[in-house]
């Protein structure tokens, strides 16, 4: 499982993946039919993310199968943004479409 803010046109979004990296081709191609062509990710510990997120987590990770390899956590770029320190950040990963 793998945790990632991806900063879109619209500000950033908190996404949980079952995908083994942010860069897997199949999740771009997931995030361009949501209209996210040009983004920059960030992997965040799962562990942080549980963290902050608690019972929320709880919930989408539930609702997380196989079948389903991408949820939004967050959406709202401004929470986001502040509940995680820069050092909480992994390496970008650029992705122009």
């Known amino acids: 499982m793998k945790a990632g803010i991806f900063f879109t046109g619209t500000g950033p979004i908190l996404i949980l993946t079952t995908y083994e ?6 999740l771009l191609e997931k995030l361009a039919t949501k209209g996210i062509k ?5 992997e965040v510990p799962e562990s942080a993310v549980k963290e902050k997120y608690g019972k929320h987590f709880d919930v989408i990770m539930g609702d997380l199968k196989q079948t389903d390899d991408l949820r939004v956590l967050d959406y709202d ?4 943004f502040y509940n ?3 050092n909480e950040m992994g390496s970008p990963v650029y992705h122009e479409g």
């Open 21 to 26: 990296s942010l860069k897997a081709p199949k």
């Open 38 to 42: 040009k983004c920059i990710g960030f």
């Open 77 to 80: 770029g401004h929470h986001v």
């Open 84 to 86: 995680f320190t820069f």
